[in-house]
């Protein structure tokens, strides 16, 4: 009652249940992502190592400016998110008068049109939540923060036999304003790629470091990997990866011990 009282009332409110009295059933649940897209500390977004994407900036849990290494704090993603989401608007300020951003046209929206109208059109038997709820699975029992070399395989493979069944699939909902159904839809695409991403990373990375615990390499391995990984996909889907140098700054490394 004296440090978490807002949480007594949660349980009373959802659950009707009064913590003080009976327990509660908890679980674990997935609240921040490490890595994302990759920016300088200014918040421009990373080409790749070298090269920064003009005009494009990105802050918060998206974004990647490497504050949080492979663990974030609890309480730091909030604070970085409101740090950094003023710090880019700033550097965005004052670079939209020293670039030139080319003038948009309609040909720039073709892709994501075409990809509306694919979803809207398209006739397969696959549903959508079905799917989603199969990779959640997936990703819960294969790539949680304890992974192995073999549990990882598996994921991958079943992220790709995933989208090759998402090209058959069929949204009920063909209207073009408010349709949830069409988002969902769109937002797991991303999900696939996003998990390919975390894997394909993770399976590479043969060492423990942060949230990612390989059961098979259980040790952090500076030597080969204290490095951040950069992951590319191309336009078939695949994922190629590349390694960019850590800053340290005033940091020396060190044993993590409690
Ligand atoms: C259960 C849980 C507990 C947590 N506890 C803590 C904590 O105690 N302390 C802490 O610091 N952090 C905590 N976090 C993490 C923290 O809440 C998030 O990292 C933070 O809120 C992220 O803020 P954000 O603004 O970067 O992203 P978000 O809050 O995710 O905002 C992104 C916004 O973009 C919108 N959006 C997405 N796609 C599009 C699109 N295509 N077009 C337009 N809009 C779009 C979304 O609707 C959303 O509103 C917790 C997270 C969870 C899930």
Known sequence: MT??????????TFLGLDMIKEPILISA????????????????????????????????????VSVHGANRLGANSVLEALLFG???GKTMVKEIDEIQLRVATPEDAQTALKEVE??????????????REELQQCMTA???????????QIAIDTIKELRKRFKNIRIKDKSKVFNTELQEALEFGHMLDYSLFIVESAIARNESR????????????????LKHTMAYMDENG???????DVV???????????
């Open 210 to 225: 942060g949230a990612h615990y390989r059961e098979d390499f259980d040790t952090r391995d500076d030597e080969n990997f």
């Open 248 to 258: 340290l700054g005033k940091h020396e490394l060190k044993a993590r011990t409690y």
């Open 3 to 12: 440090k978490l009282p807002e949480l007594r009332e949660l349980a009373i």
């Open 142 to 152: 294969n790539a949680g923060a304890f992974r192995t070399k073999e549990t990882l």
């Open 118 to 131: 694919w979803f809207l059109s398209n006739n397969g038997n696959e549903s959508v939540p079905v799917l």
């Open 29 to 64: 649940t997935a609240h921040y992502s490490m890595g994302g897209i990759p920016v300088n500390i200014a918040g421009n977004v990373r080409k790749n190592n070298d090269e920064l994407v003009e005009g494009f900036y990105a802050a918060g849990e998206c974004s990647c």
């Open 238 to 244: 695949d994922i190629s990866l590349d390694y960019m």
């Open 86 to 88: 003023r710090f880019v």
